[in-house]
């Protein structure tokens, strides 16, 4: 008996990338997208994709997946977010990977990230090795901070091919996604009972940059590498910084 297989997307107004994401998509058996009250057309292009579309309130990635799974009723899944688009050597690999029916909780895939004016080669941005083909039921979901991860249970392989990701639209847009990040970050941080001073926060900071610029390589992705090293510092520095702050200034 054949595999199946569920193409999932969680949503919220991803518009700009979500008719590729979902193309790239459409060997699977069902797709479905799970959408946290979307402003934009998301929901129209989802519906046109061919998609079964669920409207929900977003409750924070850990909860809203393990809503979407149990809407899932085929063996497997293939989880994109709606900045990804499966490259056709990963496509191939996917179902030449199932047809073999191997006992495996998942595979591990490339995702290959766009910034600023290149796929990043370097930087600790690739190969960077995500499980988003797994059998429903052997993977649990886990958050840190404002970040999701798989994590199987039982064996896994790795498959050839990438996932393009365009996580930015801009620098703005970066800038922004940092602010959300660090703060997610921070609250983290204070519920594990650090504490931080500037000292910290720069420390942290400057091991951030050195780490991204030099020791991942980040010198080879030019002018994009040196960006994203910086952006490092800053969204480390903030998230420590943060840390200690007492509701908001000026208040008594």
Known sequence: MRETVTGLVLTYNGERWLEQCLKSLDFCDELLVVDSESTDRTREIAERCGARVLVRAWPGPVDQFKFALKEVSTTWVVSLDQDEILTDELRESIRTALGRKEHLAGYYVPRSSFYFNRFMKHSGWYPDHLLRVFRCGQMEVSASGAHYHFKPRGETKKLAGDILH???????????KINYYAEEGATALRAKGVSSGPGKALLHAVMRFIKLYLLKLGF?????????????????????????????????
Request: aromatic share 20%.
């Open 166 to 176: 365009y996580p930015y639209e801009s620098f703005r847009q970066h800038m922004d």
């Open 220 to 252: 080879l992705d030019g002018t994009a590498g040196l960006c994203n090293a910086l952006a490092g510092f800053y969204y480390t520095f903030q998230k420590y910084i943060r840390v200690n702050e007492k509701g908001k200034w000026g208040d008594a």
